[in-house]
């Protein structure tokens, strides 16, 4: 056992000599190995032992055993404990997701607040038979390469010294050594998937290939080196479809599948969101054929006009409108607006060197007292000065190609649903500067931090 951490140690570059390792300790047989194996080592890579363990709050008494049992293993190896009590079921229902996806973010929360305390790594006790399990779960998910890869040694601060070394083996070091171990009565029902795949599947697959982590393993490997080749085709083909707004929606159907598919994956990861296999195609439709798709809550992929862009859509929020007010700088959607009332001679000098002051300047004398500085209604429409074609805002929008994520932020000065003024975009007919104007009005944006 000891000989196989060493391996993984020294292959993946887990460790450097001096480290805090915090080992995510739950009571089991793997993760008391773990724990037990990095003591053994502790002399030689200079290491500093800890352990943090998660009170999950769902399993009674039998969790508060798990606690005290750590705690006690701790003592006897002489390393730091650390421990959390959470409420799982109720954290879940707060987040609208499962109780074992919510267990894990609790977890490795914890273990990053606690790494980040002691400028730690943090090793799970993940092991061969793990990466089978998830193998076979992201199997049948319909997962692509990335999926099957596994579970990686080394993630950021996360390392998996136990990813050589499979169930059976920590079971036998725990022996071996005389350590106690408890075992998760969760484990040993069929509720969760995981427990179905290591309950009913991975037995007769064993029976097929009794070596089945060790091959499971090297196809993970074998994988893992494909898929960092065809991320780094990725990461050069996003570079090369690269657009203003996002990515050219031609560019990205040109690209090999497998690339394609890591492309999109690499852009969901910005909204720490692992795409389904059914999500990469219904992307790759929309990229095709334009449209919108939502992936997760408020998460969107949307392509139109040629562009394609994964975006986060905030709930709508209410923006106060702010009146004409010469002495006041007007502050809407976090940005802050420049008043500025001067006569027509210094507005002809300005527009010889400012450009676009006609787009930012009105007839200050036609300008209602009732206008106000807000975001776009339903009803909205304007006559540009320089079109001298009415259009609802809406459809002004679409035809300027202001992505739709973006609309009701972009600020309007409007008379009830008739606009006069739209930012970076123009003034209405009615109030542009004339021959006859005799006061201008100049909207420019300033700097909010001034």
Not at 250 to 273: D, I, Q, Y
């Amino acid at each position: 056992m000891v000989n196989k951490v060493i391996k993984a140690v020294e292959k993946f570059n887990m460790l450097s000599f001096g480290d805090t390792v915090i080992v995510g300790l739950s009571g089991g047989a793997d993760s008391c190995a773990l724990l037990a194996v990095l003591c053994e080592l502790r002399e030689k890579y200079g290491l500093r032992v800890c352990a943090c363990h998660v009170n999950h709050g769902l399993r009674g008494s039998e969790a508060d055993r798990d606690e005290e049992f750590s705690r006690r293993l701790c003592m006897e190896y002489s390393a730091d404990f650390f421990v959390l009590h959470a409420d799982i079921n109720e954290l879940a229902k707060q987040r609208h997701i499962g109780t074992e996806q919510c267990g894990r973010e609790v977890r490795y929360s914890f273990f990053e607040s606690k790494a980040n305390e002691l400028g730690a790594k943090i090793a799970t006790a993940h092991t061969a038979s793990d990466n089978v399990e998830t193998v076979l779960f992201n199997l049948a998910r319909g997962s692509g390469i990335a999926g099957l890869c596994g579970i990686p040694p080394v993630r950021d601060n996360i390392i998996r010294p136990l990813i050589f070394a499979d169930r059976a083996q920590t079971e036998a070091y725990c022996r071996e050594k005389g350590i106690d171990y408890v075992t998760d009565s969760t484990n040993l029902t069929r509720e969760y998937s995981r427990n179905k795949l290591r309950l009913d599947a991975v037995p007769v697959l064993r029976e097929i290939n009794p070596s089945l982590e060790e091959a499971v393993c090297g196809l993970s490997q074998r994988l893992r080196e494909a898929e960092e080749y065809i991320s780094a085709s990725a990461v050069t083909a996003l570079e090369h479809a690269r657009v203003k707004g996002g990515y050219s929606a031609e560019k990205l159907s040109e690209m090999p599948e497998a690339v394609f598919s890591a492309a999109v994956r690499r852009l969901c990861g910005e909204f720490t969101m692992i795409p389904e296999a059914r999500h990469i195609e219904l992307i790759r439709k929309i990229v095709y054929n334009g449209g919108a798709v939502e992936l997760k809550s408020r998460i969107y992929a949307i392509s139109s006009q040629g562009i394609f862009r994964i975006v986060k859509r905030s709930e709508r929020e209410e923006y106060p409108e702010t009146g004409l007010d010469l002495s006041v700088s007007p502050v809407i959607c976090n940005k802050r607006f420049k008043l500025e009332l001067i006569n027509i001679d210094e507005f002809n000098d300005r527009k010889k060197v400012e450009k676009n002051l006609f787009d930012n300047s009105l007839d200050y004398d036609t300008i209602p007292l009732t206008s106000v500085f807000r975001t776009r209604k339903s009803g909205d429409s304007i006559t540009l000065s320089r079109r001298n074609v009415t259009k609802s805002v809406k459809k002004l929008f679409t035809e300027l190609k202001v992505p739709a994520e973006q609309r009701d932020e972009v600020v309007l000065l409007a008379n009830e649903s008739r606009v006069l003024w739209i930012e970076d975009t123009g003034v209405c007919m009615e109030c542009a500067v004339k021959n006859n104007t005799k006061n201008v009005l100049v909207i420019s944006r300033q700097d909010i931090s001034k």
